[in-house]
């Protein structure tokens, strides 16, 4: 299999909060473009991503030690709605990246973190091959780890493994032969290693989600990170993932807002400027728009608020500050999670007919926002966070809360 070679031409490197933020505003100008082409055609994304890449977007959350920007989980969260917003594929395209940056931060060694963390600087994209199919629970893992001489061989089959098609490296959780999980930093070019691009899903079309299989893949010992002790200790890696989440949700919702006033404004197609506007007296429209901005003005907020927990959190990381932290994040996943579907249904209530159009594109927001929400279930964290306020409990501590 042919390896994704590093992203050509120069990588900006992005210095600070401001910069990255005004830096996704510019390339979600030239992502939304196409988004609706992409999304009706499952155009997949690759030149756009050579775009992302050569942006710095990707290395936003290097630490400033190892010469990246070292954004603040707010500006990070920001910076993914926005991406999100003009396109919800390219948006969730890298949060497994992110994901495994913090892993990588919180357990790696300091020779690891200088060696991956220069890679992304340099433009390259770490995909994932976590979770598998037929398994007991969401939480169980059967791909193996076992010992070659210095190194290690990989045998298993992964799905779900969104980022992965276009990824230089391929972070692949693995269990080793004493039955604890590692992260294994897997080279795309590896022999034996699969990635197959069959995810149909009805939203989120060019995620890539779709399945890696490892036959006997040889990965160095300096590549495999621990990964189970980062949810035996307080760590922010569960909430950072989460966040992450929330920021999608934020940003389709945000994308059907936008699209809902544009349409009730001119009652034309949202990519075509008809140059009218007119004020809108429709008590029922009027309603609709203002209860749906309210709603997705609270999620924006919540998710800043979830952003500067974070922060806390991982600047120290205690019992109490992770758990601060999941549980702000939580908030801001069970309501985004909430706004991204109601904000799809409005613009069909609002658009009716005319938003079931495959050329209209409109359709697209309620499809993506179903789909990523199911990522895991959100009833389960209106329950941790009654259990916090009310009994004082603690979430527990893992990759989905």
């Known amino acids: ?46 030149d756009e991503l050579a ?7 990707w290395a936003i959350s290097v630490p400033k030690a190892f010469g990246g ?43 690891q973190q200088r060696r991956l963390y220069a890679e992304v600087l340099a433009g390259q994209r770490f995909g994932n091959a976590l979770a598998e199919l ?50 294994a930093f897997v080279p795309r070019d590896s022999q034996g290693l699969e990635v197959i691009d069959d995810w149909s899903g009805f939203g989120q079309r060019t995620t890539g989600s ?17 990964f189970q002790t980062a949810f035996e200790r307080p760590t922010p890696v569960g909430p950072l993932a989460q966040i992450l989440h929330a920021a999608i949700d934020t940003g389709i919702a945000r994308a059907a807002y936008e699209d809902a006033l544009h349409f009730v404004r001119t009652r034309t197609r949202p990519w075509i400027d008809s140059g009218i506007e007119k004020a809108v007296d429709d008590p029922h429209s009027l309603k609709s728009i203002g209860h749906l901005a309210i709603r997705l003005h609270a999620t924006e ?3 800043d608020r979830a952003g ?29 999670t909430e706004v991204s579907l109601a904000a799809g249904s409005t613009l069909f209530e609002l658009a009716g007919s005319q938003a079931t159009l495959a050329e209209h594109g409109l359709d697209r927001h309620w499809r993506n926002a179903r789909v990523h929400t199911l990522h895991d279930p959100v009833r389960w964290k209106y329950h941790a966070i009654g259990n916090y306020y009310l009994n004082d409990e603690k979430p527990p501590l893992r990759g989905t809360i």
């Open 301 to 303: 907020a919540l998710l």
């Open 134 to 183: 037929g398994t007991k629970t969401a939480h169980d893992r059967t791909t193996r780890l076992t010992r070659d001489g210095d190194g290690y061989r990989i045998d298993g089959r992964k799905f779900y493994a969104t980022g992965a098609l276009y990824a230089q490296r391929i972070p692949t959780s693995v269990v080793d032969e004493q039955g604890v999980q590692q992260l």
């Open 69 to 111: 920007a070292g954004v603040s989980n707010v500006t990070l969260a920001q910076v993914v709605a926005i991406i999100a917003q003009a396109d919800a594929s390219l948006g969730q395209i890298p949060q497994n990246h992110y994901y495994a940056l913090e892993v990588l931060r919180v357990n790696g060694s300091p020779e």
């Open 51 to 57: 775009l992302f890449s050569q942006s710095g977007l």
């Open 1 to 46: 299999m042919n390896a994704f070679t590093p992203t050509p031409g120069p990588v900006e490197l992005i210095r600070s909060d401001a910069q990255a933020i005004e830096t996704a505003h510019r390339l979600a100008a030239t992502l939304r473009q196409d988004s609706i082409v992409r999304d009706r055609e499952r155009r997949l994304p690759h």
């Open 308 to 336: 500067e927990y974070l922060d806390l959190a991982q600047a120290d990381s205690t019992a109490d500050s992770v758990a601060a932290a999941s549980i702000a994040v939580a908030e801001a996943r069970a309501i985004s």
């Open 210 to 226: 779709g399945s890696v299989v490892f036959d006997n893949v040889y990965v160095a010992a300096e590549d495999v990170i621990p």
